[in-house]
């Protein structure tokens, strides 16, 4: 089966595949996350868990209690993905390049910058905020500011807590599409004085949302420091607070400096280490069976969590 970007990606013809594998690479998040088809195309249904009671031992003939599974259903529109890329006739001419081996030549770093937003959006924005709407977080102790790294952790399942995309024709996850305006043929574009002149367009528009289902699928360990590195016992904790042992994967992200740090103090000698490298260009790594994901989108100069 199918659960993330990169295995869906596969289904992608050659020129979708690449797109999508330039947005992915490096960018680990995105990379690693489940991914889950859209409801209905740019819309987005799902079932969000709120309380569950359940039922108990009773006598033999007293009245059992109430048991209830109580959720809300909640309606979201996928984010959209849009940019545009363009080169005068001019600067063709000095290059002596055609326009689609112009595009072909920036579209990679413009679509790997893209992917990078789209990370930082997701994980602060979206994921660390909703860790810390529910109290879900774990403090580190560091107090200097704007000095501080997080771990985020998500048990991630096709479904569940997850990136969500609307799947194309064919059920592969079409992340972005490339649209040469005229066929790569000439057009009008406005140079840096605002002044329309000859040149060459491309647009490219996709879309990619998030659900999270339930409050125990998303921690944090905020207040990462040099000085300041989460204990054994405070790791354990995150595992239980995102509830490792139920449906999903529980994955956890943090800097470059944060897993250094914890691989030459706290978990030395405890951190298994992939050796391969795979095809977007990072390793895993391992602790008491969660992955360890470096993530180079995450920032060791956040402002300390109160």
Same mark, same amino acid.
């Given at each position: 089966m199918n659960t993330n970007l990169p295995q869906l990606n596969v289904d992608n013809h050659d020129v979708q595949r690449a797109m999508v594998d330039f947005t992915l690479e490096k960018n680990t998040w995105l990379a690693e996350m489940a991914a889950t088809s859209s409801s209905d195309g740019l819309q987005n249904v799902y079932e969000k868990a709120d309380r569950v009671v359940g039922g108990n031992f009773v006598d033999m003939n007293e009245a059992g209690g109430t048991v209830s599974h109580e959720s809300s259903l909640v309606q979201e529109d996928l984010n959209f993905i849009k940019g545009q890329m363009q080169v005068s006739d001019?600067?063709?001419? @000095?290059?002596?390049?055609?326009?689609?081996?112009?595009?072909?030549?920036? *579209? $990679?770093?413009?679509? /790997?910058?893209?992917?990078?937003?789209?990370?930082?959006? #997701?994980?602060?924005?979206?994921?660390?905020?909703?860790?810390?709407?529910? &109290?879900?977080?774990i403090n580190?102790?560091?107090?200097?500011?704007? +000095?501080?790294? %997080?771990?985020?952790?998500?048990?991630? %399942?096709?479904? &569940?807590? %997850?990136?969500?995309?609307?799947?194309?024709?064919? &059920?592969?996850? !079409? =992340?972005?599409?490339?649209?040469?305006?005229?066929?790569? $043929?000439?057009? !009008?574009?406005?140079? /840096?004085?605002?002044? =329309? *002149?000859? #040149?060459? +367009?491309? +647009?490219? @528009?996709?879309?990619?949302?998030?659900?999270?289902?339930?409050?125990?699928?998303? #921690?944090?360990? @905020?207040? *990462?420091?040099?000085?300041?590195?989460?204990?054994? +016992? !405070?790791? =354990?904790?995150?595992?239980?607070?995102?509830?490792?042992? !139920? *449906?999903?994967?529980?994955?956890?992200?943090?800097?470059? @400096?944060?897993?250094?740090n914890l691989s030459q103090s706290v978990l030395s000698g405890k951190i298994q280490l992939d050796n391969n490298v795979n095809s977007l260009g990072y390793q895993l790594a391992y602790y008491q069976g969660i992955e360890f994901i470096v993530n180079r989108n995450m920032v060791d100069t956040e402002a300390v969590y109160s």
């Open positions: 001019d600067d063709l001419l @000095k290059l002596r390049i055609t326009p689609q081996a112009y595009f072909n030549k920036k *579209i $990679g770093p413009t679509l /790997n910058k893209t992917g990078m937003n789209i990370e930082d959006t #997701g994980i602060y924005d979206v994921f660390q905020n909703y860790a810390v709407g529910t &109290g879900n977080v580190a102790g560091g107090t200097t500011a704007d +000095k501080q790294s %997080s771990i985020l952790a998500v048990r991630t %399942s096709v479904g &569940g807590t %997850s990136l969500v995309y609307n799947p194309a024709a064919n &059920g592969a996850a !079409e =992340l972005v599409r490339l649209r040469p305006i005229n066929n790569y $043929g000439i057009t !009008e574009i406005l140079n /840096n004085e605002n002044e =329309l *002149i000859d #040149g060459y +367009k491309v +647009k490219f @528009k996709g879309n990619l949302g998030f659900q999270i289902v339930d409050q125990n699928t998303v #921690g944090l360990i @905020k207040n *990462i420091d040099d000085t300041n590195l989460p204990t054994e +016992k !405070e790791l =354990l904790e995150l595992f239980r607070n995102v509830r490792r042992d !139920e *449906i999903g994967t529980v994955k956890c992200w943090m800097t470059q @400096k944060t897993f250094d």
